[in-house]
């Protein structure tokens, strides 16, 4: 049986595949999973908001100052280490959208660079025809930027202008 008789739904990757191969509904995909996990950091928040409130709250008979909040810091922390880890996926979900449209954007300047370089190293062996450049039969007139053949001293300038 081959691959194109299958029904999509027994492949149960086949659908991500097809994400994957697309940038917008990868980074539509992504968004989907940063808005859920935006919102467990946004309940997890309130819930670690009123944990605190109410393990710092909870006194024991006979409890020193400050003995109350201690007993509350690991709880306080376990829940910080998870709202933590949850800040940094949604970054790194942002990121991974981001880093795949470049992936995408390179590959299409590999390629124009590609051709681009065809056409030149083309050009470069097989250079045009130049015409011969024509004299103007004007053999005694100086050119307007002599360069280097030019006049060596001041006094050989003839009617051109000091500085």
């Not at 539509?28 to 710092?56: G, I, N, P």
């Not at 030019?150 to 050989?156: H, W």
Request: charged share 30%; proline share 5%.
């Amino acid at each position: 049986m081959s691959t194109e008789d299958k029904p999509f739904f027994d492949d149960p990757n086949a659908a991500l595949r097809e994400i994957a191969q697309n940038p917008a509904a990868y980074a539509h995909y992504l968004a989907d999973f940063h808005r859920v996990v935006l919102d467990m950091q946004a309940k997890l928040e309130v819930l670690q908001h009123e944990t605190r409130v109410h393990c710092r709250g909870t006194r024991v008979e006979g409890d020193k100052w400050k003995q109350a909040q201690l007993r509350s810091f690991p709880v306080e922390k376990s829940l910080n280490d998870v709202i933590k880890h949850l800040k940094k996926a949604t970054s790194g979900l942002e990121k991974s959208a981001h880093k795949r449209h470049a992936h995408d954007e390179k590959v299409k300047e590999v390629r124009k660079n590609r051709k681009e370089k065809e056409r030149l190293k083309a050009r470069k062996n097989n250079p045009p025809l130049q015409a011969a450049p024509e004299n103007s039969g004007q053999q005694g007139a100086q050119s307007l930027n002599m360069g280097y053949g030019g006049p060596t001293s001041i006094y050989n300038l003839d009617r051109r202008e000091s500085a």
